[in-house]
């Protein structure tokens, strides 16, 4: 897919999960600006006040549109999306697409009409998605696994560390063992989550899993095929990281997000 004008891109995520969602949509968009931006004091967001995530975010994402022109803003975090969505369109005058857990993909799928959503504790116990099992309840049986666990093994995986399959292995099969009628459909409600797809492909043999991911970057790329107007004077400058403090931990990220593509890492004041 060809794009004639750069864009200028922002993605926000708590920690590191959503440079798994910029490498895709990298891939199938290379001719654009992107700015990545992760909370790392804020992180993780799974299971934090709500009130304080909500207030972070509005901060962090406000003050990098002042620094750069922003063309599109997606929010690679399920939590941030269901909490910020609704309150940075009304702030800010820009396309924003967040990500979300893919429910209504899964209803279309499932043989059993039983579902499992896998995510943060945060993203599970929301009103949005007690408002969806509600709707859904007639027909579907929707078993909610909170896991903070994974959270922090996919950001230590993605900051270059090693790790077997054995929590995995643990979680899955403990949930296997106590569920009769076990889901055919798994959804994966966390940015992070999609590190491990290949595990539980093979740990859930003869499941669906929904990579929520994906789901959310096809709807972009249709999006701006179909929407956005290209700014004709975008140059490219470089794709830039930012954080919200330089600690001994982040500096050590540079070289991460160097290997991604990000040539430097940036303080973003809140």
């Given at each position: 897919?060809?794009f ?13 999960g ?20 992760f ?24 003050n ?23 309150k ?11 990500v979300?857990p893919?429910i ?8 059993n ?7 943060t ?23 909610l696994?909170p ?40 959804i ?25 991911n ?7 790329l ?12 975008n ?36």
């Amino acid at each position: 897919m060809y794009f004639k004008y750069k864009l200028n891109i922002m993605i926000f995520d708590s920690g590191l999960g959503g440079l798994l969602f910029y490498n895709q949509i990298k891939r199938i968009i290379p001719h654009s600006n992107y700015f990545y931006v992760f909370d790392n004091i804020g992180f993780p967001y799974g299971n934090k006040d709500k009130n304080y995530i909500i207030n972070r975010i509005i901060k962090i994402v406000n003050n990098i549109c002042k620094l750069n022109k922003i063309d599109l803003i997606i929010i690679a975090c399920n939590t941030a999306s269901i909490l910020t969505l609704s309150k940075l369109r009304k702030l800010l005058n820009y396309p924003i697409i967040g990500v979300l857990p893919a429910i209504q993909i899964a209803t279309e799928l499932t043989k059993n009409n039983h579902i499992c959503l896998l995510a943060t504790n945060n993203t599970i116990y929301s009103t949005y998605i007690s408002n969806m099992i509600d709707k859904l309840s007639y027909k579907y049986t929707i078993i909610l696994i909170p896991s903070m666990q994974l959270v922090y093994l996919a950001e230590k995986i993605l900051q270059g560390y090693s790790s077997s399959s054995l929590l995995l292995y643990k979680i899955f099969t403990t949930w296997k063992n106590n569920n009769k009628d076990t889901p055919d459909t798994i959804i994966l409600g966390c940015t992070h989550f999609s590190l491990f797809t290949p595990n539980l492909l093979h740990i859930l043999k003869k499941k669906i899993i929904i990579d929520s991911n994906i789901v959310t970057i096809n709807f972009i790329l249709n999006f701006i095929k179909n929407n956005i107007n290209y700014n004709q004077n975008n140059k490219f400058i470089c794709d830039k990281a930012y954080c919200v403090s330089l600690t001994k931990k982040t500096r050590n990220l540079a070289i991460i997000l160097k290997y991604y593509g990000f040539e430097s890492l940036n303080i973003i004041n809140i």
